[in-house]
């Protein structure tokens, strides 16, 4: 009885082989696809090709199950009815990557449907050639139709930014290590912003089924609080009532152009089918015309397959695929094996050509920098007098004519050095006086300058468009000494600045703008005491005082000088808009120290000085790191 039920079941298998109707599944993913095969026998199988009747389509096992069920029903459909058109059985095999590489390369695989990042590295060896793309719905092409959400729950405190992630003081689950969106993409823009994601991800835990709910469930519940879910699993979901994404804040988000749901990374592309190099092109023709023609669930599609360069750009950043091995070592070693001929070809061109050429073309260049430096002069003279032009037609008290007219004010100081300077190299190459040494040195002074006046313009015109501070961490007392250092090569004033106070005051804060503020304090002390007739002043006792000073939890910057005597009702007026004591000044100075000091929410104010002068003091807030404010939350 036993041989006779065995014998029955073999002639069963035969003949329906013979009628081309099979569908042979491997796998520990069985389970997933039984349901997506129309064709009435469903048997797993372990060997290799059997015979030339099979076409074999390899699937990639580290595809996320919920893309299998949603995806794959249709498709598979799809690819079986072309298949026994072309009086041929098919053959599905759940392979790892390894496997599948392998058995490329001995033709045991003829179709490939996998993640976009695998397929990546197969064409990259040129194993493969895509044929179809998934394409979503959500997605503006194929090319971006996934990528990876971060999210923490919507009642958290304390994570914001990636910057906040990447301290690895926090619990993140994923749906698998090895998955594309769930994990991989999920690095992207830690790379992106210097950030190590190896930090970030240190206390990461995956899911026991690769399920991206489960994900939402631990950060919901205080179990994770962080977590990594493919681009629109969470709209899904909620079509599903499965989630809510009130419930979750999204981490980095990007806009929605490319990817019309919710995201954190760059968008690539999704699923992929290939096809192995020999394949017959009447079935990948046949092959290709059945994806493009079926409708997947939720609106999605397979299209022609496009551009895939984002993928090796991301694959490069993070050191994965074909470039896992990538180092330096080759060039390095390159360099050491034949040291002896490098440096041999280095002497011999530095020897015959720069020796010979070196004073005329140094003289060439110098000229050269001579002339663009006067070019740059004018260019900016022009700008100028345009600008003093503009500043007339605008309002007196508007942002705009204040700002336009802090471009001419502050760019008076480095046109009149560069000119000065200019003159006279021009003076020195005429009478024949110039040596290499005066003009390299006049030069370095006249390129310092032009850059100062660029960087005038380029800060300031940028104040008429909205923007952000540029907060950066700084040491006060280095933006006092580096304001002090340009205030003294000048020459505006012979009276000595002295820097006193706390040896390190950190601070957050754009230090060109504190430079521009500080500097506008000296330039007004220094006017001061040129207003104090000659019979009333001890030049041996002129000084101009800059304090440093520890307020709890804000600095003082203190600039104070001894010029001449003012009561409290002089001080009151310091800091009026466009109002000034100076026979030909705009009164600009104290008002942008004003306007500069209000960016940065501190405050100015002025007081006399006992005996005489005034004490002029900008007051901002001390630095705070990171870690201290998140203890305080």
């Not at 979750?248 to 690539?268: E, G, K, M």
């Not at 470039?323 to 070693?333: G, K, L």
Request: proline share 3%; aromatic share 8%; with cysteine.
């Amino acid at each position: 009885m036993r041989r006779f039920l065995i014998t029955c079941v073999a002639i069963m298998v035969v003949i329906f082989s013979a009628m081309g109707v099979e569908s042979l599944i491997m796998g520990d993913h069985n389970s997933i696809l039984r349901q997506t095969l129309t064709s009435p026998v469903k048997q797993i199988i372990d060997g290799s090709r059997i015979n030339s009747n099979q076409v074999v389509v390899a699937i990639d096992t580290q595809i996320d199950p919920y893309m299998q069920r949603t995806y794959f029903k249709a498709t598979i459909d799809a690819i079986d009815k072309t298949v026994r058109g072309a009086d041929k059985f098919l053959v599905l095999k759940f392979l790892d990557r390894d496997a599948i590489a392998s058995m490329l390369v001995d033709n045991e695989i003829d179709f490939v449907i996998s993640e976009s990042d695998f397929y990546a590295d197969l064409a990259f060896e040129d194993k493969v050639k895509a044929i179809a793309m998934l394409w979503r719905p959500q997605a503006k092409s194929p090319s971006y139709s996934t990528a990876s959400t971060i999210v923490v729950s919507s009642d958290s405190t304390k994570i914001y930014t990636l910057t906040d992630i990447a301290t690895g003081s926090y619990r993140v689950a994923g749906t698998a290590e090895e998955s594309f969106a769930g994990f991989t993409v999920a690095k992207e823009p830690f790379v992106q912003k210097n950030l190590s994601w190896q930090a970030a991800f240190k206390n990461i835990a995956f899911t026991s089924n690769r399920d991206p709910l489960e994900v939402l469930n631990a950060v919901k519940t205080g179990n994770a609080d962080v977590g990594i879910v493919p681009a629109c699993f969470i709209e899904v979901a909620m079509i599903q009532n499965k989630a809510h994404l009130s419930d979750f804040r999204v981490i980095n988000p990007q806009p929605v152009s490319d990817l019309a749901c919710q995201h954190s990374t760059n968008a690539y592309p999704s699923l992929m089918v290939s096809y192995r190099n020999g394949v017959d092109s009447n079935y990948i023709l046949e092959m290709t015309n059945a994806l493009l023609g079926i409708k997947l669930p939720y609106g999605a599609t397979w299209s022609m397959p496009e551009n895939t360069r984002a993928l090796y750009d991301l694959m490069y950043h993070l050191r994965i695929g074909p470039y896992n091995n990538v180092t330096y070592s080759a060039i390095y070693r390159t360099l050491s094996e034949n040291r002896t001929i490098f440096i041999t070809a280095i002497f011999l061109i530095v020897a015959g050509f720069f020796y010979n050429l070196i004073i005329s073309v140094e003289v060439a260049s110098r000229t050269k920098a001579l002339k663009k430096a006067l070019a740059e002069k004018d260019r900016i003279s022009k700008q100028q007098e345009q600008t003093n032009e503009y500043i007339s037609r605008l309002e007196r008290t508007g942002i705009v004519g204040q700002m336009s007219s802090m471009i001419a004010h502050e760019l008076k100081q480095p046109l009149a050095t560069v000119s000065n300077y200019s003159r006279g190299l021009l003076r020195r190459i005429e009478k024949g006086t110039a040596d290499k040494d005066t003009v390299i040195r006049i030069l370095k002074e006249i390129e310092y300058h032009t850059e100062r006046a660029n960087d005038i313009v380029d800060h300031v015109r940028s104040y008429a468009k909205p923007h952000e501070v540029k907060r950066e961490e700084h040491d006060i007392r280095d933006i006092v000494a580096k304001t002090v250092a340009t205030f003294e090569k000048s020459g505006r004033t012979t009276v000595p600045v002295v820097v006193e106070g706390v040896q390190k005051a950190p601070i957050e804060a754009d230090d060109w703008e504190l430079e521009l503020a500080i500097l506008n304090l000296l330039k007004n002390s220094a006017d001061a005491f040129t207003e104090v007739h000659p019979a009333m002043r001890d030049t041996s006792e002129d000084l101009i005082r800059i304090r440093i000073e520890d307020h709890e939890d804000t600095w003082w910057i203190r600039v104070i000088d001894n010029a001449k005597h003012v009561d409290e009702e002089f001080t009151k007026q310091f800091f009026q808009k466009l109002e000034t004591t100076k026979a030909h000044g705009l009164g600009l100075g104290l008002s942008i120290v004003s306007s500069l000091a209000e960016r940065h929410a501190g405050r100015v104010w002025a007081e006399p000085n006992p005996g005489r002068g005034v004490i002029v003091t900008i007051e901002l807030q001390k630095y705070v790191p990171i870690e201290k404010k998140l203890k305080k939350l």
